[in-house]
């Protein structure tokens, strides 16, 4: 199976899906730490998908997406973004507008103190 096969396969097999370096618990660069620890934090359930495991992968998502940096979140298949984007929707509340338009489950409270904590 190609690597563009097999990334299709998981962002259609899965809700949520982050393309970052290292694992969701253990994250192996800042970016995909933040993007991972948002999710956590929200209890967003998501598979985890680490580009350092495997070449192929790490150049498939770029060109998959034709987006050039990882990490990479999708949602109901739909590539969002990147670090700085899931930031700034996390913080203006769009995240939380895109998770509940994709009936997609997660703690409204915590997302709201991520706001308050960032004000």
């Known amino acids: 199976m190609s690597?563009?096969?097999?990334i299709r396969q998981t962002?259609?097999?899965?809700?949520?899906?982050?393309?970052m370096k290292?694992?969701?618990?253990?994250?192996?660069?800042?970016?995909?730490?933040r993007v991972a620890?948002?999710?956590?934090?929200?209890?967003?359930?998501?598979?985890?998908?680490?580009?350092?495991a495997d070449d192929a992968?790490?150049?498939?998502?770029?060109?998959?997406?034709d987006w050039p940096t990882i990490p990479q979140l999708y949602?109901?298949?739909?590539?969002?973004?990147?670090?700085d984007i899931i930031t700034e929707m996390t913080l203006s509340g769009e995240l939380d507008q895109l998770l509940d338009s994709k009936g997609v489950s997660y703690d409204k409270d915590a997302a709201e103190k991520i706001?308050?904590?960032n004000a």
């Open 3 to 6: 690597a563009e096969e097999q």
């Open 115 to 117: 706001r308050e904590a």
């Open 11 to 19: 962002v259609e097999a899965n809700d949520v899906v982050l393309y």
């Open 75 to 83: 949602v109901k298949g739909e590539f969002v973004g990147g670090c």
């Open 22 to 33: 290292g694992t969701k618990t253990m994250p192996q660069c800042g970016f995909s730490s």
């Open 37 to 52: 620890g948002v999710l956590n934090f929200m209890g967003v359930e998501y598979a985890d998908v680490n580009v350092l």
């Open 57 to 65: 992968i790490r150049q498939g998502i770029k060109d998959y997406s």
